[in-house]
Nanobody
């Protein structure tokens, strides 16, 4: 069992930056592919970025490429999402996600996620 707790959300102006963190419980964190998804009001939950267990492989949604960076620290059981050049359309609840094994691309599919955090709200004002 893995429990995921997100932090770092908040209100930011367009063009600003935020860093989200996700702390995971359990001694097997380093074996999980991790990711961030987001869900805006009235929309489906979509992938933002994922990262393989080693950190050597990542996947990004086209809408965030070049602006967001996912990383992980297996010694701290934590995964991060650095968000720069934020836009109003980035406003959403951001969820941390964990998938047993698999590649970063595999974890980009919502159905392959085994564990979810409760989410943290990011609001970008124009």
């Amino acid at each position: 069992q893995v429990q995921l707790v997100e932090s770092g959300g908040g209100l930011v102006q367009a063009g600003g930056s935020l860093r989200l963190s996700c702390a995971a419980s359990g001694r097997t964190f380093s074996t999980y592919t991790m990711g961030w998804f987001r869900q805006a009001p009235g929309k489906e939950r979509d992938v933002v970025a994922t990262i393989s267990w080693s950190g050597g492989s990542t996947y990004y949604a086209d809408s965030v490429k070049g602006r967001f960076t996912i990383s992980r620290d297996n010694a701290k059981n934590t995964v991060y999402l650095q968000m720069n050049s934020l836009k109003p359309e980035d406003t959403a609840v951001y969820y941390c996600a964990a998938a047993r094994g698999g590649t970063a691309v595999v974890a980009a599919t919502r159905n392959n996620i085994n564990y979810w955090g409760k989410g943290t709200l990011v609001t970008v004002s124009s």
